[in-house]
């Protein structure tokens, strides 16, 4: 079918359609020969092909420049970014060592932490021992105290029952006497 189409359509072209000589104006092909000519002459007169020629290297050097301008911004584009991840990086870098300086500063200062707990701990250590001792000094002098005074009160009884008036009176010359002799 697509066969006879084909065949059909190139039994009917227009060039099957002309009659009489070639060079005469009922002749189609002849006035479609000339029209063109002229068509072709009028362009050709009016300098169209070179305003076209103009316009498309007008447009090929709009082109060129609008490349080289797309890769002066992509080459810029790429400074950028490999300025922007060098400044990443530097300023990761810096990010990193602060936390480590600030790492160990805090280990330092748990350290000083750790040996001020441990100065104080022994300052108060000290000082309650200091305390204690204080504190059993102050008791031994206390039992001493009452010691002495019980035994001074219990001589006193002694000496009271086994005193007699006449023993008294010899007891208290014999002071006098002794307190006289060393004041002189």
Do not use: C, W
């Amino acid at each position: 079918m697509t066969r006879l189409a084909v065949l059909l359509t190139l039994v009917a072209s227009p060039a099957l359609a002309a009659t009489g000589p070639f060079f005469s104006l009922y002749n189609t092909d002849f006035v479609v020969l000339l029209g063109f000519l002229t068509f072709v002459a009028i362009i050709v007169y009016l300098k169209v092909p070179g305003k076209i020629a103009g316009m498309l290297d007008a447009r090929a050097v709009a082109i060129k420049a609008d490349l080289d301008e797309a890769r002066a911004l992509r080459e810029e584009a790429k400074s950028i970014l490999a300025t922007y991840e060098r400044r990443q990086k530097e300023v990761q870098e810096q990010a990193d060592r602060i936390v480590a300086s600030a790492k160990d500063e805090a280990m330092a200062a748990a350290a000083q932490a750790k040996a001020d707990l441990k100065a104080t701990i022994a300052r108060r250590l000290a000082a309650a021992t200091d305390q204690i001792a204080s504190a059993e000094a102050g008791a031994i002098r206390q039992v001493r105290e009452q010691a002495v005074a019980v035994a001074i009160a219990a001589a006193g009884d002694v000496l009271a029952k086994q005193m007699t008036a006449d023993a008294a009176a010899a007891s208290i010359d014999d002071a006098i006497l002794q307190v006289a002799d060393r004041m002189h």
